[in-house]
T-cell receptor, first 112, second 115 residues
Framework: SQKIEQNSEALNIQEGKTATLTCNYT??????LQWYRQDPGRGPVFLLL?????KEKRKERLKVTFDTTLKQSLFHITASQPADSATYLC???????????FGKGNQVVVIP | DAGVIQSPRHEVTEMGQEVTLRCKPI?????LFWYRQTMMRGLELLIY????????DSGMPEDRFSAKMPNASFSTLKIQPSEPRDSAVYFC?????????????FGPGTRLTVT
């Protein structure tokens, strides 16, 4: 069956350090993968998209890697700040038509 | 732009009642998605529309759920009759094809509680 797996345990990290989240998937061959941020009581907000032919993508303090052989994406927040505390969801396309399948998300808590 | 608008923000209803959730997508967007989010199952796609036409409703849990999009600026998700297991946060999202980013813009959600 198709699965998208993210760590269910919250990641507690000291301010200034790099937070790294993992997204693993099985039985998908996505053309791209996205990362979203979700704050409590709000809808997810798009952060980054990385395509299958791209190894790495950066946006400000965020970096995403995509390894289609390992079927894995890593999401890094460098120089983390308390304002980065949120749940981060990975999403990929199950096969076109703009639809997405989401992981359950991984909570990040940045400790001042 | 005001973003995706959903109403109501909170709905509490009794089992057996009809519930209607409403969504106004971002103007000009041609895709509209309805999701349900629970702790157990995460964010699940229920149905999505392209140019007001339902494309895939395979995520709709059962016949008690129905969705319509009568025009480009309005969609409804209806649950009739509602059951306690329908309690969840329901999100509407919209996107614009042809941009290459496939970015989806989510509304604030409707928190539904069925007692």
């Amino acid at each position: 069956s198709q699965k998208i797996e993210q760590n269910s345990e919250a990641l507690n990290i000291q301010e200034g350090k790099t937070a790294t989240l993992t997204c693993n998937y099985t039985n998908y061959s996505p053309a791209y993968l996205q990362w979203y941020r979700q704050d409590p009581g709000r809808g997810p907000v798009f952060l980054l998209l990385i395509r299958e032919n791209e190894k790495e993508k950066r946006k400000e303090r965020l970096k995403v890697t995509f390894d289609t052989t390992l079927k894995q994406s890593l999401f890094h927040i460098t120089a983390s700040q308390p304002a980065d505390s949120a749940t981060y969801l990975c999403a990929l396309d199950p096969g076109g038509n703009n639809r997405l399948a989401f992981g359950k998300g991984n909570q990040v808590v940045v400790i001042p | 732009d005001a973003g995706v608008i959903q109403s109501p923000r909170h709905e509490v209803t009794e089992m057996g009642q009809e519930v209607t959730l409403r969504c106004k997508p971002i103007s000009g967007h041609d895709y509209l998605f309805w999701y349900r989010q629970t702790m157990m199952r995460g964010l699940e796609l229920l149905i999505y529309f392209n140019n007001n036409v339902p494309i895939d409703d395979s995520g709709m849990p059962e016949d008690r759920f129905s969705a319509k999009m009568p025009n480009a600026s309005f969609s409804t998700l209806k649950i009739q009759p509602s059951e306690p297991r329908d309690s969840a946060v329901y999100f509407c999202a919209s996107s614009l094809s042809g941009q290459g980013s496939y970015e989806q813009y989510f509304g604030p959600g409707t928190r539904l509680t069925v007692t």
